[in-house]
């Protein structure tokens, strides 16, 4: 009787187990507005199971925690506004969520491999006192964790026995939550002195744009070496605005300065899976095709039949880009 229940038993077991796990979702935001990859990192909590807080930080934040509030799935908000947190310094934020893991005791913390998670989550993780496990693609398990190594060459199921899970999840492979259905309460999250003498945000500038963001576009067009030069760039803009496209490149079309590097595609870039990429001018190193390859449709044009871009594309064009890529745009 005992051998015929012991599924039932597993199962309720690891129901159980699911239950007392507990996320801390770090949301993403530039003050006014949510920046989507937070939706995905609840997406990826939910994955992993229990009960979801999102702690929001900022200078100026409550409209974004309010937006996060109805988001599905989560329970709670933490919203700490101080003028501390101006430019997001990991230095900042990491006091203040050691603050509110020492209140909550939280089994993981999570936030989107973008450049603000991967700035914040690893030292969270080494005052911890735990490894940081960082990109992930999956969750197998409340310990287990899917991520590539080798740009992308290999897929590592790794099991994390530390008493705390610091993870960072890549965008593109968890849907995004819903930002509706969800009805979290708020409350302020552990009030302290954040202010700190070891850094200073002194300003940013931003690349300007009314295309869609890069990251979270449905159609990206990218442009490599093969432009020559950053006013040929304007033939992939007409091409995006017709499909109302993010326009990305490649390494060296930002190292030739083509572009600005936060447009860049690729391992050290960002990494993008859209359901149409168009690759311009670019050969497909394997650098590039971290960032891109797991892209639904990819398109490829190139006057070499010859690049390994080819050997990934869905659909290819031997020719010149200079002459096929205004056709393109014109029929469009
Ligand atoms: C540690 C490390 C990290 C890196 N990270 C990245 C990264 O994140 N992203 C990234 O992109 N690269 C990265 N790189 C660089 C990468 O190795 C390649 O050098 C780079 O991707 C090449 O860019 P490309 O394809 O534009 O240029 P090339 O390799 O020079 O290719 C240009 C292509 O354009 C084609 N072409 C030229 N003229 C025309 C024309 N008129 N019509 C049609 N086709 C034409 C050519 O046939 C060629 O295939 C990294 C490298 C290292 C070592």
Redesign the pocket.
């Known amino acids: 009787m005992f051998a015929s229940n012991s599924r039932g038993l597993a199962l309720q077991l690891s129901n159980h187990l699911k239950r007392l796990q507990s996320t801390l979702v770090l949301a993403e935001h530039n003050n006014e507005k949510l920046i989507p990859i937070t939706q995905n990192a609840i997406s990826a909590a939910k994955k992993i199971g229990g009960d979801i807080s999102v702690l929001v930080a900022g200078t100026k934040c409550a409209p974004v925690a309010a937006q996060l509030s109805k988001a599905s799935g989560v329970s709670k908000i933490l919203l700490a506004e101080n003028d501390a947190f101006l430019g997001f310094t990991p230095e900042t934020l990491t006091p203040l969520v050691l603050a509110t893991q020492k209140q909550f005791n939280f089994s993981h913390i999570v936030a989107g491999a973008s450049a603000f998670g991967k700035s914040v989550l690893p030292r969270i993780a080494a005052k911890l006192n735990v490894s940081p496990i960082t990109d992930i693609i999956d969750v197998k398990a409340p310990d287990t964790f899917v991520r590539t190594i080798y740009a992308g060459n290999a897929i590592l199921t790794l099991k994390s026995k530390d008493p705390v899970k610091v993870v960072t999840i890549r965008g593109t492979n968890f849907e995004p939550a819903p930002l509706e259905g969800g009805s979290a309460s708020t409350e302020q999250a552990a009030a302290g002195d954040y202010k700190t003498d070891v850094v200073q945000f002194v300003g940013q500038e931003l690349s300007k744009s009314d295309r869609p963001e890069l990251t979270s576009a449905k159609v990206v067009v990218s442009g490599?070496?093969?432009m020559k030069s950053g006013d040929n760039f304007k033939l992939l803009y007409d091409l995006a605005d017709k499909l109302n496209a993010a326009v990305g490149a490649?390494?060296?079309?930002v190292d030739a300065g083509f572009v600005p590097n936060d447009l860049?595609?690729?391992?050290?870039?960002k990494i993008v899976a859209p359901e149409l990429y168009i690759a311009v001018?670019?050969?497909?190193?394997i650098?590039?095709l971290a960032?891109m390859k797991d892209s639904k449709t990819i398109v490829a044009?190139?006057?070499?039949p010859e690049?390994p871009i080819f050997q990934v594309a869905d659909y290819g064009l031997v020719?010149?880009?200079?002459k096929v890529v205004p056709e393109l745009t014109s029929k469009l």
Do not use: E, M, W
């Open positions: 490599g070496r093969g490649s390494r060296a079309a860049q595609v690729g391992q050290t870039g001018g670019i050969s497909g190193a650098q590039h960032g044009i190139n006057k070499d690049a020719a010149d880009l200079f």
